[in-house]
């Protein structure tokens, strides 16, 4: 396989900004890495969260609008969420989504491993996917689950599309993803990153779906720093799919643009990361904003709900 990086984080809409924080570190045992704003909209909350270590890989990230509705996920988008996990962690992992009072469903074995599936409180699809890696992120830092059980990262994304071809040749042609297998509807496209590193393309016949709560806004993947970046987004524009001018985030550079069966893809720089403006000891604990927005904070902090956790 080709050596690249995979998936960079996913951002995803959401209800109630105190329930997702909440599900994610109290319940999935997720570490918040950064509380900060939309930059496209700053009176709502940007939540990041991540693995103990802040892993590039790791992070989910949620828009939260408390007035959102609910969403119906359809053809053209991102739909299920899979993070990686110990492969000896099933029964931990029941046992804890049960005393939760998360319903999952019952585990299924998907390329030959074991899944178990379960939706946020937004109605996001999530899976827990069980595998043995030998190059998994480590940290010291324990969460409220114990690192032999811990999310180590994404496994990866599920896209339900009406066909593959077009997206495939932006995972297998830019994004350095390669064809690895199929079972029934599903092809898994890889590379050899040791989270984040597979897409899954589901076929189905075309369904219309519905903004809004629990729908993967977009899915980003890794780029090695601003020059590679640069250099992917050329790519993106040879094939002619319109991608953005280079973002500044903040904590990485970004560009977006929409392939063409629908989904929202970005690509982000690994660098400066979500130490750049925190002490990596204590990541997600005050608001922060990028430094263009910090003349406005009284105003922004005074309009954003409290979170707790
Ligand atoms: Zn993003």
Do not use: C
């Not at 396989?1 to 105190?18: E, R």
């Amino acid at each position: 396989m080709k050596h690249h990086n995979g998936i960079h984080h996913i951002t995803v809409l959401a209800g109630d900004p105190q329930r997702n924080a909440e599900f994610y570190v109290n319940t999935l045992g997720m570490r918040m890495v950064k509380k900060s704003v939309n930059q496209d909209d700053p009176g709502t909350y940007h939540l990041f969260y991540g693995n103990q270590a802040a892993t590039p890989g790791s992070s989910l990230t949620f828009f939260p609008w408390p007035r959102a509705v609910k969403g119906e996920p359809g053809t053209g988008e991102a739909v299920t969420v899979a993070f990686s996990v110990p492969e000896n962690s099933l029964q931990y992992w029941q046992q804890r989504l049960e005393k939760k009072n998360v319903q999952s469903s019952d585990p299924f074995t998907r390329f030959g491993l074991t899944v178990l599936p379960f939706q946020d409180p937004d109605g996001l699809n999530l899976e827990l996917v069980f595998e043995d890696i030998t190059d998994a992120p480590s940290t010291d830092r324990e969460g409220v689950v114990p690192s032999q059980h811990a999310i180590r990262g994404f496994w990866g994304i599920s896209l339900r599309l009406t066909e593959k071809e077009s997206t495939a040749s932006v995972l297998q042609d830019i994004l350095g993803f390669e064809e690895t297998d199929q079972e029934n509807n599903i092809t898994r496209y890889m590379t050899d990153a040791p989270i984040g590193g597979t897409v899954l393309i589901e076929i189905t016949d075309q369904q219309s779906g519905k903004n809004g709560r629990g729908i993967v806004h977009h899915v980003a993947f890794r780029a090695a720093d601003e020059d590679h970046l640069a250099d992917l987004r050329k790519q993106v524009q040879a094939k002619r799919l319109m991608p953005t001018e280079i973002i500044d985030r903040h904590w990485f550079k970004s560009v977006y643009y929409r392939v063409p069966a629908g989904v929202l893809f970005e690509m982000a720089s690994d660098g400066p990361g979500y130490a750049v403006d925190e002490d990596p000891d204590h990541l997600g604990e005050k608001l922060i904003l990028p430094p263009w927005l910090e003349s406005k904070r009284e105003q922004i902090e005074n309009h954003l709900p409290e979170i707790t956790v």
